[in-house]
């Protein structure tokens, strides 16, 4: 993800300029950034006090960010920060808090499916209020396959993420509770994850949302979303460009994962956040958005740990003013 962004940065958007790059492995830091004669550290804590640094952008894997978004708080620099804002409810409130004591709305969280165009028509067609309020949202979000290290609690920390936080901007409020059921397993999954899940969520107004998480399907990537409203549907297209007729019948390309099926949305976000950040302005998604969708991904998870499908209310905190 660290390298398809800096590779949007430096070849698609306008405003910003990759100054230097970070990685636990030094040397996969230093062959990133010497072809652009840029600086490598070793750490996040590093590229966050290089002067030279305006704005960070967090592309690590989300049990690790809180130091470094803590770092870049107290450094007063506007940060990306890829979705999942940090894991933990605990670490959540301590971004929270810190941005506050910071006085200014600092953090954006990436969650790039906000910029989809068909999410974004989605949203439109529900606030305009031609058919009514929302009662059901239908999510499908299917892989081809994952890496053996990936888990049964990333499927919904990780890859549910994206649906919870999706559903909250489509609805406009809280998700409170929530259940996760897992189905009759696929036999294409490694032996320690169990595949596929639903996860059965609710939000305050009393919208019913399932999720179909679907990591082994083998044949693409495949992203899903009905919105039912009281006298009218809306769903997401299949991102057809061209079809193909021929003796095997009408069919048109499957995207391969999320870098290609988002590769517009990932642009959109990034140059909205450049552009913000030259104005000194926050934009897109919040820390509260981050907080808000971690409580869910806890609540769902305590649920998955029962094993019996029960229901778990969402914790949360009252949303402070400075987020309203």
Request: glycine fraction near 8%; charged fraction near 25%; hydrophobic fraction near 40%.
């Amino acid at each position: 993800m660290g390298r398809a962004h800096l590779e949007r940065i430096e070849n698609e958007l306008a405003g910003g300029k990759v100054v230097a790059v970070a990685d636990v492995n030094l040397d996969a830091a230093r062959a990133v950034a010497e072809p652009l004669g840029v600086k490598a550290y070793g750490t996040g804590a590093e590229l966050i006090a290089d002067p030279t640094v305006d704005a960070v952008l967090i592309a690590t894997f989300g049990k690790v960010h809180a130091s470094d978004l803590l770092a870049a708080i107290e450094a007063g620099k506007y940060v990306l920060c890829e979705k999942p804002l940090v894991t933990t409810t605990a670490d959540a409130l301590r971004v929270l808090e810190a941005e506050q004591r910071a006085g200014k709305k600092l953090v954006t969280v990436g969650y790039m499916r906000r910029f989809d165009v068909g999410y974004q028509q989605m949203r439109a067609a529900l606030v305009a209020g031609e058919h009514g309020y929302a009662t059901l949202v239908h999510c499908r979000h299917r892989n081809p396959s994952v890496p053996e290290n990936y888990t049964t609690r990333n499927m919904i920390d990780d890859t549910a993420s994206h649906e919870i936080d999706i559903c909250r901007y489509l609805l406009g409020e809280e998700i409170v509770r929530v259940r996760v059921e897992a189905p009759r397993a696929t036999s294409h999954r490694f032996e320690h994850l169990q595949d596929p899940l639903v996860l059965v969520a609710y939000t305050t107004s009393g919208v019913r949302i399932d999720d179909e998480v679907n990591v082994n399907l083998q044949w693409g990537y495949s992203i899903e979303c009905e919105l039912v409203m009281e006298t009218g549907t809306i769903r997401l297209g299949d991102q057809e460009q061209t079809h193909v007729r021929d003796q095997y019948g009408n069919r048109n390309p499957i995207c391969a994962s999320h870098i290609d099926r988002f590769h517009a949305a990932f642009n959109a976000e990034v140059q909205q956040w450049i552009r913000a950040v030259e104005r000194d302005q926050h934009t897109g998604s919040s820390a509260w958005d981050g907080y808000a969708a971690v409580a869910v991904v806890e609540a769902a998870l305590s649920s998955l740990d029962a094993g019996d499908g029960r229901e778990v209310a969402v914790q949360l905190i009252e949303k402070p003013t400075f987020y309203d």
